[in-house]
């Protein structure tokens, strides 16, 4: 099970991929100093267990 995940600062591209919103148990997800673009998918706040967003 992933807990955690920090993709910190690895120059991704792209839009933030809604099956994300699959990850259940995932109470950290750090995206920050990408490339990403688009709008954050509604579904990942239904995690149950999100904290860090």
Same mark, same amino acid.
């Given at each position: 099970m992933l807990y955690s995940s920090s993709l910190l600062g690895n120059r991704l591209t792209g /839009?933030?991929?809604v099956g994300l919103a699959n990850l259940r148990n995932l109470t950290s997800l750090v995206l920050e100093n990408n490339r *990403? /673009?688009?709008t954050l998918p #509604? #579904? *990942?706040g239904n995690l149950p267990k999100i904290e860090r967003l």
């Open positions: /839009s933030i991929p *990403l /673009s688009g #509604a #579904a *990942l």
